[in-house]
């Protein structure tokens, strides 16, 4: 069974820093690309970062550029979402899902698209003050 699990969610000043982790199970990270969104109050959800463990591409979306940073613990079994130089416009909850990808072509135009992902944890929220 596909599990993921968010956390690290939490209250912090504008500037500050803050490290969600998703801790996946019962699938090989490898072939799944875990992306990372986020839903603000009485707005969309949307894509924040995206990564794979095999050497497919890492995106962020443009507002958290140079200030997110995405990875996977050797083991694989988690993803981290390092957040620094936190915006009180980072505000939201914030969701960790999977795709399964084949390995083949990209999924630079793919990632955003939230059908694509079939397995979702629960949000963890994050709150920046100013």
């Known amino acids: 069974e596909v599990q993921l699990q968010a956390c690290g969610g939490g209250l912090v000043q504008a500037g500050g820093s803050l490290r969600l982790s998703c801790a996946v199970s019962g699938f090989n990270l490898d072939d799944y690309v875990i992306g990372w969104f986020r839903q603000a109050p009485g707005k969309k959800r949307v894509g924040v970062s995206c990564f794979s463990s095999s050497g497919g591409g890492t995106y962020y979306t443009d507002s958290v550029k140079g200030r997110f940073t995405v990875s996977s613990d050797d083991a694989k079994t988690t993803v981290h979402l390092q957040m620094d130089s936190l915006k009180p416009e980072d505000t939201a909850v914030y969701y960790c899902?999977?795709?399964?990808?084949?390995?083949?072509?990209?999924?630079?135009?793919?990632?955003?698209?939230?059908?694509?992902?079939?397995?979702w944890g629960q949000g963890t929220q994050v709150t920046v003050s100013s």
């Open positions: 899902a999977a795709a399964y990808f084949s390995g083949v072509g990209d999924y630079f135009y793919t990632w955003r698209n939230q059908e694509w992902y079939k397995d």
